[in-house]
T-cell receptor, first 115, second 113 residues
Framework: NAGVMQNPRHLVRRRGQEARLRCSPMKGHSHVYWYRQLPEEGLKFMVYLQKENIIDESGMPKERFSAEFPKEGPSILRIQQVVRGDSAAYFC?????????????FGPGTRLLVL | AQSVTQPDIHITVSEGASLELRCNYSYGATPYLFWYVQSPGQGLQLLLKYFSGDTLVQGIKGFEAEFKRSQSSFNLRKPSVHWSDAAEYFCAKGNFGNEKLTFGTGTRLTIIP
């Protein structure tokens, strides 16, 4: 049973470019979460999605960041016009159900470097 | 605001020695508590979790944690560490009805021979 998959594992962008990060949840999981880990810090919640719905985006920056989880295909975290401060590891997690308390299974992360 | 505190940024222990990593959380109704481990360049692996019931929780790789409501703590322990336990350890908290996890800043564990 494949775990949570994320690609690319490493992504380099120049300032002003767009970054697209993909996450395929575990089989049977319809709940996806995105977290960001800045250097030397813990993970910070960004957004929680179910298929075709954003449930909680309270951790998303107000500008340049967006997320989707379409009916078919992976979840996408999109960062427009990247800046150096966006350099971080972005982790996706999935769970079979929501409601709080569910174990979230994490992917290996995408490490974004903005030059 | 919810918070999770891991007071020790870095801990060094000898191989074979016992280990305790501290975690304190701000009180919330029905807290769900987790310990994850992250090896360099890797994702997070769940070690154990506490939802309810027995306050001493057994996890993988010989780890255990004890939930103490009176102290708002959920410390991770292992009686004898192995060199392969060197990694970053994160404590996290969730709440009933709220899916997002709040993470501590992590404790980096170094093992010396």
């Amino acid at each position: 049973n494949a775990g949570v998959m994320q690609n690319p594992r490493h992504l380099v962008r120049r300032r002003g470019q767009e970054a697209r990060l993909r996450c395929s949840p575990m089989k049977g999981h319809s709940h996806v979460y995105w977290y960001r880990q800045l250097p030397e810090e813990g993970l910070k919640f960004m957004v929680y999605l179910q298929k075709e719905n954003i449930i909680d985006e309270s951790g998303m920056p107000k500008e340049r960041f967006s997320a989707e989880f379409p009916k078919e295909g992976p979840s996408i975290l999109r960062i427009q016009q990247v800046v150096r401060g966006d350099s971080a590891a972005y982790f996706c997690a999935s769970s079979p159900r929501g409601g709080g308390g569910e174990t979230q299974y994490f992917g290996p992360g995408t490490r974004l470097l903005v030059l | 605001a919810q918070s999770v505190t891991q007071p020790d940024i870095h801990i060094t222990v000898s191989e074979g020695a016992s280990l305790e990593l501290r975690c304190n959380y701000s009180y919330g109704a029905t807290p769900y508590l987790f310990w994850y481990v992250q090896s360099p360049g890797q994702g997070l692996q769940l070690l154990l979790k506490y939802f309810s019931g027995d306050t001493l929780v057994q996890g993988i790789k010989g780890f255990e944690a004890e939930f103490k409501r009176s102290q708002s703590s959920f410390n991770l322990r292992k009686p004898s560490v192995h060199w392969s336990d060197a990694a970053e350890y994160f404590c996290a908290k969730g709440n009933f009805g709220n899916e997002k996890l709040t993470f501590g800043t992590g404790t980096r564990l170094t093992i010396i021979p």
